[in-house]
């Protein structure tokens, strides 16, 4: 199969991802196939556990609902650099040891209370650190370049392309606001109380 | 076996060649089929067609793999065209890449070029401004490069020509520097942008912020309905190709409009190799094709050839257009082919905000970007210590901002809650530079390319005028900031390479002296009379107007030139 072939196939599973189920597989390989990084089917929960906690359930769909874990794993895998990709690995390992230490649990075996301290204390240490900006929404792209330190670089990366994933997402760019393909007009000067969200 | 022969020199034998299928090539087809001609387009890529070849044009965010987002392969591939705008996952297709089609930078040159039916037309920024006397005589007047065998009144019938059937909107401002043209309704400035405008013409003597000119149909005529286009839905996804032909390119307008004609041949695949000069003959009779699928070596012969191969290529074809008449290229008698290569400078921008129209806002989006600042240094007199000016892009927009702070339902909650923003105003440099015998491109005397063609080396670099230019772009536009009321004004200069402005021209350049040009006031060879260079390589000096509309006008003329010397039987 070539590239191009590959790539197709993957836009095809993470854009249909909302039929399966995301514990369809339990075995040591990740539901998604990466090319470079390693990964394996419990990182993978942390990290759907992860983007579960940035954008839950709620009265809509969350983050495991929309499959944005498998559309974060393949930014991770495919839009960043080696040594960034190194970076954040090596994060995630610390991330799970930080966790263990502090809880004597896995985050995923956390409430969700004590989810939400854990990425909210890391990112505030991160903004104290001064290393990372606020990560980008639909706005702007993902930034490039990540943290030094492993651990924020970790957290930053999957909190950005989750938020990225989240509200460039079908159910997102249809259901929250409505994304214009053709908008099929400019207004030059347009009252800002008649905006629509968009 | 005789016959065979001369049937298949007949079928390779035409009226007129055009090399390239781009914003001129197309001019060409377009021209000399509708004067009768039979003619072949090369095109050394593959064909793109209207619609049917824009793979990515109705795509939503979502159906991208990446949403957008280039993989980090292929960036890493490509870092020269990934450093263009425009080279995204919805567009990328449309770029060639940096390993597959190689050159030499004696000094660093980011070589942008789309290399299929259609060429660079497709992915286009679509700025339109006509050229004015100030630019035409700018060389004679500032003493460099030659004087232009051309000034305005030659070329302005030729304007209104190509804009009727291109389609540009603009208002018609009145600015002798920046003539007006045959307009279709402007796109108009937002609250901020107008504000800025009048500030402008109220406190400055011949400065202006107008609407900017654009290849988009505001509102078609009929013209352009026959070409099969309708109007610019405001979608600003152009990089992808258009379904509703609402920009001017050449796969929406000219290539389809001159095979309509029955007249025109398109060969896609088709590298030319060199145009064939006929020592006895005194002219060229054909050109050199690699067919770079078969590899096959096939002749090809026209009474007039057409090169707008794009400007380097141009060059590139020309130097390696070796006879015993023309060892150093053809129609180098001079000895100036690839020589004077001049750009744009782009390098400098600046950004502010401002605190007002707190209650107003823009709806859908502008395919003209929003404003233009035409040149006002040194059009009248020289008031600076350096030569020429620059144009500056200038428009205002605001956005929903959002607080991502934090995790859960709330961070949710505000992914679509949010506040508007202030208004931002942002500003970029367009310098023209001055062409020069030391920035230059030439073949490499061992490297070639898989169809056996040397590469191009360049050697093209910024000089201290463009240095001093940018200061006074930052120091101009900041005070203009200032004055206008706008904060937080951030100046920032890069260091990008020559290039990656995609406006390099020159090489072959126009003049009214065979010593020291290539082409003569008809873009037509001083030492070859049936060859014509109508594309960026014609060029003798840059001004700092967008180039495409000029090479549009400029193919037009040329070609209903040609045509008339071919039935005076002069060519």
């Known amino acids: 199969m070539n590239r191009r072939a590959v790539i197709k196939n993957l836009a095809l599973v993470v854009s249909s991802a909302v039929l399966l189920p995301s514990c369809l597989k339990n075995s040591g390989t990740p539901a998604i196939a990466l090319k470079h990084l390693n990964i394996n089917s419990d990182q993978e929960k942390l990290i759907g556990d992860i983007c579960e906690t940035i954008i839950p359930k709620t009265n809509t769909p969350g983050a495991k609902d929309l499959n944005l874990h498998l559309f974060v794993l393949k930014m991770l895998d495919d839009c960043y650099t080696k040594k960034d990709q190194l970076t954040i690995v090596k994060g995630l390992t610390e991330f799970d040891n930080v966790v263990q230490k502090k809880y004597n649990q896995s985050f995923s075996d956390l409430n969700i209370k004590d989810r939400e301290a854990v990425l909210v204390e890391i990112e505030q240490n991160a903004k104290k650190a001064g290393g990372a900006k606020t990560p980008a929404g639909r706005n702007t792209k993902p930034q490039k370049t990540v943290d030094a330190n492993p651990l924020f670089a970790f957290y930053w990366a999957i909190k950005q392309q989750t938020l990225f994933g989240y509200t460039t997402s079908q159910y997102f760019m249809t259901k929250e606001i409505v994304y214009e393909l053709v908008p099929g007009r400019y207004n030059a000067h347009f009252p800002v109380k008649n905006l629509k969200q968009t | ?571």
Request: aromatic fraction near 12%.
């Open chain 2, 1 to 571: 076996m005789a016959n065979l022969n001369i049937d298949s020199i007949k079928e390779r034998t035409f009226d007129a060649i055009v090399i390239g299928s781009g914003m001129s090539g197309g001019w060409a087809a377009k021209e000399l089929t509708g004067k009768g001609l039979k003619t072949l387009m090369l095109e050394r890529g593959r064909d793109v067609k209207h619609v049917k070849d824009y793979p990515t044009t109705n795509l939503y965010p979502w159906e991208f793999p990446h949403h957008g987002v280039l993989p980090m392969d292929v960036q890493e591939a490509n870092p020269i065209v990934n450093r263009c705008y425009a080279f995204g996952e919805d567009a990328a297709h449309f770029f060639v890449k940096d390993k597959e089609h190689p050159y030499v930078q004696e000094k660093p040159f980011d070589w942008i070029r789309g290399y299929q039916v259609g060429g660079k037309s497709l992915m286009w920024a679509r700025q339109t401004q006509r050229w004015s006397d100030f630019d035409f005589e700018g060389p004679a007047r500032d003493d460099f490069a030659v004087d232009w065998p051309i000034r305005y009144k030659d070329i302005d019938p030729w304007y209104s020509y190509v804009e009727k059937f291109a389609g540009i909107s603009g208002n018609r401002d009145g600015i002798p520097e920046l003539p007006d043209g045959e307009f279709l309704p402007a796109y108009p400035l937002n609250d901020v942008e107008a504000y800025f405008s009048n500030h402008i013409k109220t406190n400055y003597k011949n400065r202006y912020v107008i609407s900017a000119r654009c290849a988009h149909l505001s509102k078609p005529n009929q013209i352009h309905i026959d070409q099969g286009r309708t109007q610019c839905q405001s979608r600003t996804l152009c990089q992808r190709g258009c379904p509703f032909g609402g920009y001017f390119s050449a796969n929406s307008s000219t290539v389809p409009w001159a095979l309509r004609s029955g007249k025109l041949t398109l060969r896609p695949h088709s590298v030319v190799e060199s145009i064939i000069y006929d020592d006895k003959l005194n002219k060229a009779t054909g050109v050199r094709v690699v067919d770079t699928q078969t590899k096959e070596t096939i002749e090809y012969y026209a009474k007039i050839i057409f090169v707008n191969a794009a400007a380097l290529n141009t060059n590139l074809i020309l130097l390696n257009s070796k006879s015993d008449r023309f060892p150093n290229g053809l129609g180098n008698d001079s000895g100036v082919l690839g020589k004077y290569v001049a750009f744009h400078n782009y390098s400098a921008h600046i950004g502010g905000e401002y605190d007002g129209f707190k209650d107003w806002t823009t709806d859908g989006r502008n395919p003209a970007g929003g404003g233009y600042i035409p040149r006002f240094r040194n059009v009248y007199k020289q008031e600076t210590d350096f030569l020429r000016g620059y144009a500056s892009g200038f428009s205002a927009y605001r956005f929903k901002q959002h607080n991502y702070d934090g995790v859960g339902a709330s961070l949710k909650e505000n992914t679509v809650k949010g506040n508007l923003g202030p208004w931002y105003v942002g500003s970029h440099m367009m310098g023209e530079t001055i062409p020069k015998e030391s920035n230059f491109v030439t073949l490499d005397n061992k490297l070639k390319d898989d169809w056996g063609v040397p590469l191009l080396k360049i050697s093209v670099d910024y000089d201290d005028n463009d240095e001093k230019m940018k200061k006074d772009y930052i120091e101009q536009l900041t005070e203009m900031f200032t004055s206008a009321g706008f904060t937080n004004i951030k100046p920032s200069t890069n260091h990008q390479a020559p290039g990656l402005d995609i406006h390099e021209m020159g090489g072959a350049r126009m003049g009214n002296d065979p010593k020291s040009s290539i082409l003569n006031k008809w873009n037509q060879l001083h030492a070859c009379k049936n060859v014509f260079v109508t594309d960026g390589a014609c060029m003798t000096s840059t001004s700092c107007q967008n180039p495409s509309l000029t090479y549009m006008a400029l193919t037009a003329r040329a070609a209903d030139y040609a045509v008339g010397e071919m039935q005076k039987g002069n060519i």
